[in-house]
């Protein structure tokens, strides 16, 4: 959740919220949030800031995708939790959520704007993207959204596509793109589309305690099954209590020792804090190499003692 006490997420209202009521509300699942979604969640904020209105976004759980039972099972880049927290990172005054079900996928474009936007939302205007499609059938498209939503009393922008950012070009940026490079073990690749480090947040939970017998202390996180980032080993930061902590971690299923399933192990350098139960966010900074298997215990501890010399070396510098 975001810390943040001014920001609001909204999941499922029947009433719009106070402090969201005729706010500006982009519409998309932004997972991940990359650059090409943060053009459109700009250009929301600067018509809220004419407005003098909040802006917020409007987003689905689970994704479109899973419900539709499309590609066996997507691979989020952000559950809802991390989602909000970018959301509130980018200075959103809020987020809502809607639960994607029968009931919401069988509703036609009109019903949508309707039932959705104007009663539940309460929008004052709404932004999406030139691609961007709704209700039924994807029947509601951005031209059905320019003539439609007025008479709700709902202004729209619709923004056309961007080819580039302040951080270069945008024809390449996007959700399955990001997700191929993450699959890949690409960080650095993930992290130029997305305009930030990828991460993970979860709770840390107990594990086998053998990092701890080889000196190597892990905060250990289970993640989620979408997950399918390449096993490996990666040079890391920790988000806690407002700073930033190096560090190195291992996904994967530890063939050396148990072959589990899979687990997210993370070394904090110089750090000796109890971590038990707290939620900690991992951006994953780049790759050193992939999961292998060891003929012992002495070999495993000799390459993480050099993994950590190599991620020292990549986050010192």
């Known amino acids: 959740m975001p810390s943040d006490p001014r920001f609001l997420l909204s999941i499922d209202p029947e009433t719009p919220p106070p402090g969201l009521v005729g706010a500006v509300v982009a519409i998309g699942n932004f997972d991940g949030v990359h650059r090409g979604h943060r053009a459109v969640i700009a250009r929301a904020q600067a018509l809220a800031r004419r407005l ?7 987003t ?5 995708a899973d419900f539709f039972g499309r590609g066996g099972g997507i691979f ?16 959103l005054d809020g987020m809502f959520v809607l639960t994607f079900d029968k009931a919401l996928a069988s509703l036609d474009a009109e019903a949508f704007l309707r039932e959705v936007l104007m009663r539940r939302i309460g929008a004052g205007a709404v932004v999406v993207g030139y691609d961007f499609h709704f209700g039924a059938r994807r029947s509601g498209t951005p031209d059905f959204l320019r003539e439609a939503a007025p008479r709700f009393g709902i202004k729209v922008e619709i923004v056309e596509k961007v080819v580039a950012d302040e951080e270069g070009a945008l024809d390449a940026v996007s959700s399955t793109a990001t997700r191929e490079a993450l699959q890949a073990g690409d960080v650095r690749a993930a992290a130029a589309l997305l305009g930030h480090h990828w991460s993970l947040t979860g709770p840390v939970i107990h594990g086998a305690k053998l990092g701890r017998r080889l000196g190597f202390p892990t905060a250990n996180l289970a993640v989620d099954p979408s997950c399918r980032l390449r096993h490996g ?9 407002g700073r930033r902590l190096n560090g190195v971690a291992s996904f994967g299923r530890r063939p050396t020792v148990d072959d589990g399933p899979p687990l997210l192990e993370v070394y904090v350098f110089d750090f000796s804090q109890d971590l038990y139960g707290r939620d900690i966010e991992v951006f994953f900074i780049d790759f050193l190499r992939p999961e292998q298997k060891f003929d012992s215990l002495d070999a495993l501890t000799a390459q993480i003692r050099r993994d950590e010399a190599q991620a020292r070396r990549i986050l010192g510098a």
């Open 76 to 91: 989020r880049l952000t559950n809802c939790d991390a989602k909000a927290h970018r959301m509130a990172e980018l200075g």
């Open 60 to 64: 689905f759980e689970p994704h479109p």
């Open 233 to 241: 080993v990666y040079a890391v930061q920790i988000a806690l209590n």
């Open 52 to 58: 003098a209105k909040p802006c917020a976004v409007l």
